[in-house]
C-alpha cells in the first residue's frame, strides 16, 4: 500500500475533489479516442506538453493561465461566458453586468511618483 511515509508522491484521496478526479479520467479517454482515431502519439503529447510549457515560460505565469486562451472558445460555446453548474464554487462571468464609471484608476498623491491619469 502506498503511504506518505513510502511515496515522496502519495496524495491524501481524502484531499483530492472527486470532480477534479471525473475530469483526470475524461482528460484520460479523450486522449485514448484521439490515440485511436487520429493516431496521437507519446511523442505527439509530450511535443504539445513542450508547447504548453514554453507558453508558460515567455509568460511567466502559472500553466493553467497561460493555455486558458487557447482553450476559451472550448469553454464559452460562442457565448459570452459559460454555464456553471452545481460543483462549480467560485467567482464565475455573468452576462449583462452593471457598468461602473470608475475609468480604474486610483488618486495619486503629490508626491507620488508616476504620471497622473
Known amino acids: 500500500m502506498?503511504?506518505?511515509?513510502?511515496?515522496?508522491?502519495?496524495?491524501?484521496?481524502?484531499?483530492?475533489?472527486p470532480r477534479v478526479i471525473r475530469l483526470i479520467e475524461a482528460f484520460?479517454?479523450?486522449?485514448?479516442?484521439?490515440?485511436?482515431?487520429?493516431?496521437?502519439?507519446?511523442?505527439?503529447l509530450h511535443a504539445a506538453a513542450e508547447v504548453?510549457?514554453?507558453?508558460?515560460?515567455?509568460?511567466?505565469i502559472p500553466?493553467?493561465?497561460?493555455?486558458?486562451p487557447l482553450y476559451s472558445e472550448l469553454f464559452q460555446g460562442g457565448q459570452d461566458g459559460y454555464t456553471p453548474n452545481d460543483e462549480v464554487n467560485s467567482p464565475t462571468f455573468f452576462a449583462g453586468p452593471p457598468q461602473i464609471s470608475n475609468p480604474?484608476?486610483?488618486p495619486m498623491r503629490d508626491d507620488e511618483p508616476g504620471t497622473p491619469p
Open 2 to 17: 502506498t503511504t506518505p511515509t513510502t511515496d515522496p508522491s502519495y496524495v491524501d484521496p481524502a484531499l483530492i475533489n
Open 28 to 44: 484520460k479517454d479523450a486522449l485514448a479516442r484521439m490515440r485511436d482515431e487520429e493516431g496521437l502519439t507519446f511523442d505527439d
Open 52 to 60: 504548453l510549457q514554453q507558453i508558460q515560460t515567455a509568460l511567466g
Open 63 to 68: 500553466l493553467a493561465l497561460a493555455a486558458m
Open 104 to 106: 480604474g484608476t486610483l
